[in-house]
Nanobody, 130 residues
Framework: EVQLQASGGGLVQAGGSLRLSCATS????????IGWFRQDPGKEREGVSA????????YYANAVKGRFTISSDNARNTVYLQLNNLRPEDTAIYYC???????????????????????WGRGTQVTVSS
């Protein structure tokens, strides 16, 4: 059974940092796509970042480029999202999602679309105060 669990959220002031973790199990981690999405109440879920665990290819939403960094620890079957220089508009529930590696390579430029992803974990709340 594929499982993904996001953790690491919290309350920080604007300009602060957090590191989110997505712990995974139940699939071959070495060739998978792991993505981070976020959703604020009343808004649509949006893609934040994604990574290929096979070759390290990364994807970022324009809103977070230069501030967020995604990385993969294949020995721990875990993907991290480092959030720096946080802004109040980054406040949301952050979710991680998974898709087999071959599908991430196929969807490519559509990675940010939630409907392209197969597996979802429970989210972690990030709140940024001004």
């Amino acid at each position: 059974e594929v499982q993904l669990q996001a953790s690491g959220g919290g309350l920080v002031q604007a300009g602060g940092s957090l590191r989110l973790s997505c712990a995974t199990s139940g699939f071959s981690f070495g060739d998978y796509g792991i993505g981070w999405f976020r959703q604020d109440p009343g808004k649509e879920r949006e893609g934040v970042s994604a990574i290929s665990t096979k070759d390290g290819t990364t994807y970022y939403a324009n809103a977070v480029k230069g501030r967020f960094t995604i990385s993969s620890d294949n020995a721990r079957n875990t993907v991290y999202l480092q959030l720096n220089n946080l802004r109040p508009e980054d406040t949301a529930i952050y979710y991680c999602a998974g898709v087999p590696g071959r599908f991430l390579r196929e969807i490519g430029h559509k990675w940010f679309r939630p409907e392209e992803w197969d597996f979802w974990g429970r989210g972690t709340q990030v709140t940024v105060s001004s």
